[in-house]
């Protein structure tokens, strides 16, 4: 094609992107905290008790919500560790600087096997729960490329990642992500040990892993915690592990008791406009925007309410 050939074709493109600039949505002015200070109660649930582990470490908790939807057999077996008293009394053994934190008995299984903690009536063995089928998926869609996944979004206030093509879908391993701690057979995690993420999200654990769930408050309680000096992190002396002094499901506990929070629904606009405004910068501070997000850079906000036993 020749030079005069191709003038109003260029022409065209340019105008045609002048046009698209023109009626593109202009960028959000209401930062992410204006946005969550003036949501709506229906913005917001509660935690649902039977799916909610409330741990407590040096004195503060951690609290911990399950993901029956993509682990169910993991999810029931936590639920009967917990309740049988198999946490309390476990440790944090391991804090990996920019990657996970993670808790287990701190027994050891072949030189301390009378010290190694019962199961109870916990499965000792369950199988995989790397994904799930994507199609029926309540999935609330991210916009921009994933880069891990042709598709993203959040499901039940967790990050997920999706191949539609291969119907397959899973939990992402972002900051604040809880998985069940494997030996080298893929089938070998039942909930006995478990870790959360606790930096830059290690993507490449996806599908490789039963994720559980997420750290929903006290993650600047185990990120915090001394980094183990033994490899991969690991605390190389009995006296450095940190104990869980106590560990309960959230129906277990007194209503008086029970902590304080809500959560933000993903399924509602002000979620939308939050999402919207995490890919603008807005303020006088930035020099440009991004105009990119991401299911890993996109925290699904929580916050204290008055009472957890009102309605």
Known sequence: MNQRASTPLVLSLLTLLAI??????????TSQADLIKQSAPRDWRRLDPENTLVMEINGQQVILELA???????????RTLAREGYYTGSAIVRVQDNYVTQWADPADEEKEKDKVKPLGTALASLPAEFSIP???????RFTDP?????????????????????NKAWL??????????????????????????NGQAPRALDL??????????????????????????FYDKPERYIPITQARMLADIPAAEQPAIEIMRIDTATWRKLVEASRHAIGG???????????????????????????
């Not at 029956?68 to 936590?78: S, V």
């Not at 992402?172 to 993420?197: E, F, Q, W």
């Not at 699904?300 to 309605?311: D, F, G, L, M, N």
Request: hydrophobic fraction near 40%; charged fraction near 15%; aromatic fraction near 6%.
């Open 20 to 29: 698209s600039a023109t009626q593109a949505a202009p960028p959000p002015r």
């Open 68 to 78: 029956p939807r993509f682990a169910p057999k993991h999810a029931a077996n936590i």
């Open 134 to 140: 994507f199609k029926g998926l309540p999935l609330t």
């Open 146 to 166: 994933d880069g891990w996944a042709p598709v993203s979004g959040f499901v039940d206030g967790l990050p997920v990642a999706a191949d539609p093509a291969k």
């Open 172 to 197: 992402a391993h972002c900051y604040g992500m809880v998985g069940a701690a494997r030996s080298t057979k893929p089938d070998s995690s039942n909930g006995t040990s478990l870790y959360a993420i």
């Open 208 to 233: 490789n892993i039963t994720v559980v769930g997420r750290v929903v408050k006290g993650m600047e309680v185990l990120s915090s915690l001394p980094r183990g000096p033994g490899a991969m992190g």
């Open 285 to 311: 501070w930035a020099v440009r925007s991004a105009l990119h997000s991401n299911i890993c850079n996109r925290t699904v906000p929580t916050r204290p309410i008055a009472s957890p036993a009102a309605s």
